[in-house]
């Protein structure tokens, strides 16, 4: 049974430049929900999706915003980069939203910011 | 809201032996869960441990024990016969029972694990 796969794993863009990142959860998964890990603040939740709605966001600026599909795929998007948007950013996938079901994490996209 | 605290951003511990990584939290809320997570240099996130808040016992999988106490809303990870591969950044984490995934992490402890 496959894992959560995160695309691309590497990733260098430039300030102002917009960047999209994907998740495809384990089969059968139907919550993702998506975390910033950086040296200074850690692991911050970004947003989580069920049956291709947002059910909740972090507290980051509207630069940043996701979406799912309906085969549970999910994306963020960062939109004019700043280079404080450097981070790990990891995904995980649960059965169901909101439910007593463990997560699996992916191994994260690592965006650069130049 | 909530927070969750983990004070010790080292550890170190020997091959064979055991150590208690700390971990409080604060929250007012009665339901809820609480996860150990490890994460090796390969990135990906590991589940260790997971214990339901309105379960007494406490959790056990292996080698891993947590002792969780509501009260103090402590939640301590022992892991027992530490093993070089036991090596790596581990995160407590916060889950409210209440319509969501989202997981509060604490800064995490970097554990050390020597021959």
């Known amino acids: 049974k496959a894992g959560v796969t995160q695309t691309p794993r590497y990733l260098i863009k430039t300030r102002g430049q917009q960047v999209t990142l994907s998740c495809s959860p384990i089969?059968?998964?139907?919550?993702v929900s998506w975390y910033q890990q950086t040296p200074g603040q850690g692991l911050q939740f970004l947003f989580e999706y069920f049956s291709e709605t947002q059910r909740n966001k972090g507290n980051f600026p509207g630069r940043f915003s996701g979406r799912q599909f309906s085969n549970s795929r999910s994306e963020m998007n960062v939109s004019t980069l700043e280079l404080g948007d450097s981070a790990l950013y990891l995904c995980?996938?649960?059965?169901?939203?909101?439910?007593?079901?463990?997560?699996?994490f992916g191994s994260g996209t690592r965006l650069t910011v130049v | 809201a909530q927070t969750v605290t983990q004070s010790q951003p080292e550890m170190s511990v020997q091959e064979a032996e055991t150590v208690t990584l700390s971990c409080t939290y604060d929250t007012s809320e009665s339901d809820y869960y609480l996860f150990w997570y490890k994460q090796p240099p390969s990135r990906q996130m590991i589940l260790v441990i997971r214990?339901?808040?309105?379960?007494?016992q406490n959790a056990t999988e292996n080698r891993f024990s947590v002792n969780f106490q509501k009260a103090a809303k402590s939640f301590s990870l022992k892991i027992s016969d530490s093993q070089l591969g036991d090596a790596a950044m581990y995160f407590c984490?916060?889950?409210?029972?209440?319509?969501?995934?989202?997981?509060?992490f604490g800064t995490g402890t970097r554990l050390q694990v020597f021959p």
């Open positions: 984490a916060y889950r409210s029972a209440q319509n969501t995934d989202k997981l509060i």
């Open positions: 995980a996938s649960s059965v169901l939203w909101g439910a007593n079901y463990g997560y699996t």
């Open positions: 214990q339901e808040a309105y379960k007494q």
């Open positions: 089969s059968g998964h139907r919550s």
